[in-house]
């Protein structure tokens, strides 16, 4: 059996959770799939329609727009306050997007993108381009909206403000668990039992919620041990770094911070990985 031989890959994934099966499945291993988060719009709220109706009057210049998922929940609601003109708007402030999917949707509503960040997509991503950018989306004095990715990015906040910006981030939407935390329940125990082989992660909030099943549980500290006992495949920087801050290893990084290459480089590199933790284990 090619790939990860036979392994047991544990995913958190929700949106893409069938289609990371089967990239688990085609790919060799034994996928076990417990969707962690759901994505809840925060609705209307107090910052968001000071956001539409500063983007209609022209008070933004620039809008940074961390996911596609956030990206459509403004444009949503802003169309149900103006209309079609909140569109047009947006088409005359500059428009920063963090990656693939916010792109997406400026090019299916029409709205131009004046920067695209690079990948890995981080937060020094983000400031890089910019800094290079100057004539294009000038920071000094200017006041720079960002739609948050379901939760806050202090550094970017941070680094904006150093380089001149008024910061004016806007909650769109938040995550939650599931409404059936059931599988997930089922799939912290089976790590617990040194069921699973490899843990994926795709994003922070996926570690985060796992914790909190764990807590549910009464077995944090044996949660932890568990991910230090497997082999641990991050999407990318970010969420390793979160990864590290709680005390893990991340075992593997893919070429680039997207779910296709994660899987099937992780599938690639296994069975070196399972050596590696196994000498790790040894030398401990």
Known sequence: MAGFNGLRVLSFESRRAKEIAH??????????????????????????VK???GILAQEFDAVIFMTGVGARALIETAKTVSGENFLTALGKTAVVVRGPKPSAVMREF????TLAVPEPNTWREIVSILGANSEAVPLQGRRIAVQEH???????????RERGAEVFPVHVYRWELPEDIGPLKAAVQSLVNREINVVMFTSSVQFAHAGRIADELGVRSEF???LKNVIVASIGPTTSETLRKNGLAVDFEPSHP???????EASEKSAELVQAKAQSRVGE
């Open 23 to 48: 990239l688990i499945a085609n790919n060799g291993g034994v996928p076990i799939v417990a969707p962690s988060t759901r994505e809840v719009p925060e609705g209307p709220n107090e910052d968001e």
């Open 51 to 53: 956001l539409i109706r």
């Open 110 to 113: 029409n709205v131009p993108v």
């Open 150 to 160: 379901g939760e806050p990015s202090p550094e970017l906040y941070a680094a904006l």
């Open 224 to 226: 932890l041990s568990a």
């Open 258 to 264: 997207k779910m296709g290459f994660l899987v099937r």
